[in-house]
């Protein structure tokens, strides 16, 4: 049975499918279709049983990773020279080292398009400036806005709700912005001299580690 299922590593081959209406998946193992079935059922059947979490998961694996973030692990580290990084799951370190070679594995395949991503999550979201989706719809009362990434909607609602979580910290400025591009260009136009200084510090701090 083990060599069955390992041939269809070679073949393709996926005999088991999701029955589920609009879901062509299909995988090599019946145990995988069990688990992808969960994305529909909803059923989570592994929970969290550390004190006061109430988290439930659809894998063992999930759980075992999310259960690190309890225990502060991070047992998969970067071997680059230097480099201190270290992750709660292998494949997190697995895209952290594409920041060390440059390595971008995701590549647009619209005509004419030559973006390449680290990430997958990455180029679905390039994806959407040659499909014009945008999935994340605003939820306020009359407001028809919609926008390409979640972090651009979380921007957005603080035009309803008045955030302004990004504040300035020189002694006597009270100023405060909903985005961290309008925070820089009041320290450049308000604060500058102070802004260089400070922004050549940190730039050193950083060189220095």
Same mark, same amino acid.
Do not use: W
């Given at each position: 049975?083990?060599?069955?299922?390992?041939?269809?590593?070679?073949?393709?081959?996926?005999?088991?499918?999701?029955?589920?209406?609009?879901?062509?998946?299909?995988?090599?193992?019946?145990?995988?279709?069990?688990?992808?079935?969960?994305?529909?059922?909803?059923?989570?059947?592994?929970?969290?049983?550390?004190?006061?979490?109430?988290?439930?998961?659809?894998?063992?694996?999930?759980?075992?990773?999310?259960?690190?973030?309890?225990?502060?692990?991070?047992?998969?580290?970067?071997?680059?020279?230097?480099?201190?990084?270290?992750?709660?799951?292998?494949?997190?370190?697995?895209?952290?080292?594409?920041? =060390? !070679?440059?390595?971008?594995? *995701? @590549?647009? %395949?619209?005509? #004419? &398009?030559?973006?390449? +991503?680290?990430?997958? $999550?990455? /180029?679905?979201?390039?994806?959407?400036?040659?499909?014009?989706?945008?999935?994340?719809?605003?939820?306020?009362?009359?407001?028809?806005?919609?926008?390409?990434?979640?972090?651009?909607?979380?921007?957005?609602?603080?035009? =309803? !709700?008045?955030?302004?979580? *990004? @504040?300035? %910290?020189?002694? #006597? &400025?009270?100023?405060? +912005?909903?985005?961290? $591009?309008? /925070?820089?260009?009041?320290?450049?136009?308000?604060?500058?001299?102070?802004?260089?200084?400070?922004?050549?510090?940190?730039?050193?701090?950083?060189?220095?580690?």
């Amino acid at each position: 049975g083990h060599l069955t299922t390992h041939k269809r590593t070679h073949t393709g081959e996926r005999p088991y499918a999701c029955g589920f209406d609009g879901c062509e998946a299909a995988f090599a193992q019946r145990g995988n279709l069990a688990i992808h079935m969960r994305v529909h059922t909803g059923e989570k059947p592994y929970p969290c049983d550390f004190d006061g979490c109430e988290e439930r998961f659809a894998t063992s694996y999930a759980l075992t990773a999310h259960k690190r973030y309890h225990t502060g692990e991070k047992p998969y580290a970067c071997d680059f020279e230097g480099c201190k990084a270290a992750f709660v799951m292998s494949g997190h370190l697995t895209t952290h080292k594409r920041t =060390h !070679t440059g390595e971008r594995p *995701y @590549a647009c %395949d619209f005509d #004419g &398009c030559e973006a390449a +991503f680290a990430t997958s $999550g990455n /180029l679905a979201v390039h994806k959407r400036v040659h499909t014009g989706d945008k999935p994340y719809a605003c939820d306020f009362d009359g407001c028809e806005a919609a926008f390409a990434t979640s972090g651009n909607l979380a921007v957005h609602k603080r035009v =309803h !709700t008045g955030e302004k979580p *990004y @504040a300035c %910290d020189f002694d #006597g &400025c009270e100023a405060a +912005f909903a985005t961290s $591009g309008n /925070l820089t260009v009041h320290l450049k136009r308000y604060h500058n001299d102070a802004y260089v200084a400070r922004h050549k510090k940190e730039e050193q701090r950083t060189a220095d580690a």
